[in-house]
């Protein structure tokens, strides 16, 4: 009885390690380089691609890893709320969130839909989700990854910042729901490379932004190492 | 008053035309035997399409466009070209994809989904769906320029996907104008051929992406 709960804890541990997407070779941030240096922002609630006023709506090519499926269409992305310049109609009546609320859209080439969310800071609504797709722990996990991509969970402690040693990165650490996050920065601190949060080894999500065009990555990639699932997203139109 | 009538009288014609009209018995055995023989006659097909999947709540619209090759029996190409890059082709039983450059080969006899979106684009795109009886009920209709076959399939299962599809025949060759997919929500998914040439030679290879 023993080695099997040795046996089971040493399993964990090391699926834990497998899943493990915090950054690496973290050290304090180094003095800074003049006067007028500051880090990139007294918090973390990024990314703010999608969050940002001018943000309406963006379709990307997509292709989806998870398990034994390959699926590959397109994914649209718009937001139709904001309530930080007045109430609008959802479709679904009127909502008052104090924050954004976005449609994700999936859909093979041809046209069928795979799933269709409705994401806001404190939920995610499922409009339609085909079948094979549609179990409550793959929901939950595509939730927060698109909820972190958007930018819609909430901050709730301030940042503290770390200097990631091989790359000369700066990484900002706090805490979101009960997500702990980390973003990594470019050393200018001008440039999110990537987004990754966790509150269990389970829901370990990683998200990196690439090929930035106008202040907008051109591609990103999101990955639940646990469940091996992988998002691409190509940009093919912004607003 | 009057003055209203005479733009009514013109208006009224135009919208009756415009309508659809059911077809009796005898005129769906008509069409079906058309269509039939449509499909044997025809060896392959060249065409430009256009897509247009239409999100009714989002009020949007994402448009892609496309060439599209076929080859009897059973030899697919599905072209996108616009808004980017990806090639679907199917020979028989086997389905290949291009996408990113990269290519991937899937069989349809281990994958019901690929087997199911196979069986209803190539039926759709050649009108051979209206004889499929034991799947889908099939309702006839008219316009002025075309016959429109309204399938709505059997399985509930089926449904909960796929609402129904509207296939739209030219009066003129009973050959394929455009399909309609509409889904269980209100979304739905147009698809227009358009500059098609019937019979022309097409070699083997495009079919190949290998």
């Known amino acids: ?239 | 008053m009057h003055k209203l009538v005479i733009p009514l009288l013109i208006l009224i014609p135009v919208v009756l035309f415009a309508q659809q009209k059911p077809l009796d018995a005898v005129s769906i055995q008509r069409i079906k035997n058309s269509v039939m023989q449509t499909a044997e006659s025809t060896k392959t097909i060249s065409s430009d399409f256009t897509q247009e999947k239409e999100m009714a709540i989002l009020n949007d619209k994402i448009i892609s466009s496309g060439k599209f090759y076929f080859k009897q029996e059973n030899l697919l190409r599905w072209e996108y070209i616009h808004p980017f890059s990806y090639i679907i082709t199917l020979c028989g039983n086997v389905i290949n994809i291009r996408d990113d450059g990269q290519t991937r080969e899937f069989n349809t006899r281990s994958n019901k989904l690929f087997a199911e979106i196979n069986k209803i684009v190539v039926g759709s795109v050649r009108g051979t769906l209206l004889n499929d009886s034991e799947n889908f009920k099939a309702n006839y209709s008219q316009n002025q320029q075309y016959y429109i076959v309204n399938l709505i399939p059997q399985s509930e299962k089926f449904r909960e996907s796929l609402q129904k599809i509207l296939i739209y025949f030219d009066k003129t060759d009973f050959s394929v104008d455009q399909v309609e997919l509409f889904e269980s929500g209100a979304d739905h998914t147009k698809i227009t051929f358009t500059n098609k040439k019937i019979n022309l030679p097409l070699p083997d290879e495009i079919f190949d992406l290998k």
């Not at chain 1, 449609?103 to 079948?131: H, K, P, W």
């Open chain 1, 1 to 239: 009885m023993k080695y099997l709960i040795l046996s089971n804890v040493i399993l964990i541990c090391s699926l834990a390690g497998c899943t493990s997407i915090k950054p690496r070779n973290l050290g304090p941030v180094p003095p800074p380089p003049s006067a007028s240096y500051q880090l990139p922002t007294a918090n973390c609630r990024l990314p703010t691609f999608f969050t940002d006023p001018s943000f309406q709506k963006a379709l990307f090519k997509a292709s989806m890893d998870i398990r034994d499926y390959h699926l590959t269409g397109l994914v649209f992305m718009k937001k139709i709320l904001d309530t930080r310049y007045g109430i609008r109609d959802t479709g679904y009546g009127m909502r008052d969130l104090g924050s954004c609320v976005y449609r994700v859209v999936f859909s093979n080439e041809l046209g069928m839909t795979f799933f269709d969310f409705e994401i806001s800071a404190d939920s995610m609504q499922v409009i339609y989700c085909f079948e094979p797709m549609n179990k409550k722990p793959m929901l939950k996990i595509l939730g927060t990854n698109f909820r972190l991509l958007l930018g819609t969970h909430m901050t709730e402690e301030p940042c503290l910042w770390f200097f990631q040693r091989e790359t000369g990165n700066l990484v900002g650490k706090d805490k979101s729901d009960h997500f702990k996050r980390w973003s990594t920065f470019s050393p200018a601190g001008d440039t999110l490379y990537s987004v990754a949060c966790k509150s269990t080894f389970a829901d370990a999500t990683r998200i990196s932004f690439t090929q930035y065009n106008l202040g907008f990555p051109g591609k990103i990639r999101i990955e639940n190492p646990f469940v091996k699932l992988k998002l691409s997203l190509t940009l093919l139109s912004l607003n």
